[in-house]
């Protein structure tokens, strides 16, 4: 299996955030949309769209502030998902949908900074993408989401870490197969039923260990769980958030990650999907 990212040197410049504009957004959105139940069936909403539009912009304007960068690049998710072709029900459960003010907010997001949404892909793959692409080297994924440490590279939560921290190649491929063997209840991939954090870390093995020998450890994880490879190739392809490998520019393709050749995926397939 080759190689799909190098990770530059954390001691080279870092002047470029990547930033994930999904959790900017929906949370300046829901901050600032409140429901009120007067009783007898009687729902009332109060939205504060030039707020939600205000904390967003001035978010983003902190973060990069905060991780020392001058320049800034938002990402958000675009109009379809691929992970929907793998698996029909990644998300379905997220039946609630987003707060009133979100898409609003994220207007004002477009008109502020640089942005970039590509169909077929969520933000998350775009950060991966794009922080394994030796074009942005001087970059550093600046989110929330545990999920984008699965990614080589420079990472910063400004919510809870006051430093930023090097995820290395090793380390992010490790915490993928975790992944997939425990699932993931909020985007609705189950990994093995019952395999939780010290469980997964345990049939999974210490940080260290190839690529290969690592998909040999899931693949009997879920033998043993009475689960085919098949199974488990399915949880690892919705767990793994994209790198540059995995998506061809020129061809608008997804790369399905495959334990000896990737499988091609069409932007009109995920479209219909």
């Known amino acids: 299996m080759a190689r799909c990212a190098t990770l530059r040197s954390p001691a080279s410049r870092v002047t470029l955030a990547l930033i994930d504009g999904d959790i900017v957004a929906f949370r300046a959105a829901a901050a600032h949309a409140k429901t009120f139940d007067f009783g007898d069936g009687v729902i009332g909403e109060q939205n504060d769209f030039a707020g939600a539009a205000a904390a967003a912009v001035d978010t983003i304007a ?27 029900s990644y998300k379905a459960n997220r039946v609630k949908g987003k707060p009133p003010t979100y898409v609003h907010t994220v207007e004002a997001v477009h008109e502020r900074f640089t942005t970039r949404v590509v169909d ?68 609705g991939y189950t990994g093995i039923p019952g395999v939780g954090i010290k469980k997964a870390e345990k049939l999974l093995g210490p940080v260290g260990q190839t690529e290969a020998g690592l998909w040999r450890r ?52 995920v479209c219909a999907a």
């Open 62 to 88: 902190s973060w990069a502030r905060i991780a020392r960068c001058k320049d800034v690049l938002v990402c958000f998710t675009g109009p379809h998902n691929f992970r929907k072709v793998i698996l029909p």
């Open 120 to 187: 077929g892909l969520e933000a998350d793959d775009l950060l991966g993408i794009l922080a394994t692409t030796d074009k942005y080297a001087d970059s550093i994924i600046l989110t929330a989401d545990k999920d984008l440490r699965t990614v080589p590279g420079r990472h910063f939560n400004p919510i809870k870490e006051t430093h930023p921290v090097v995820v290395s190649e090793a380390e992010g491929n490790h915490f993928w197969m975790l992944q997939s063997l425990m699932g993931d209840v909020t985007d």
């Open 218 to 269: 899931v693949v009997e994880a879920y033998r043993a769980a009475k689960l085919t490879e098949r199974d488990a190739l399915t949880q690892a392809r919705v767990a793994r958030i994209l790198r540059r490998c995995d998506y061809d520019k020129s061809t608008k393709e997804i790369l399905l990650w495959h334990p000896s050749k990737a499988e091609p995926l069409t932007l009109a397939t």
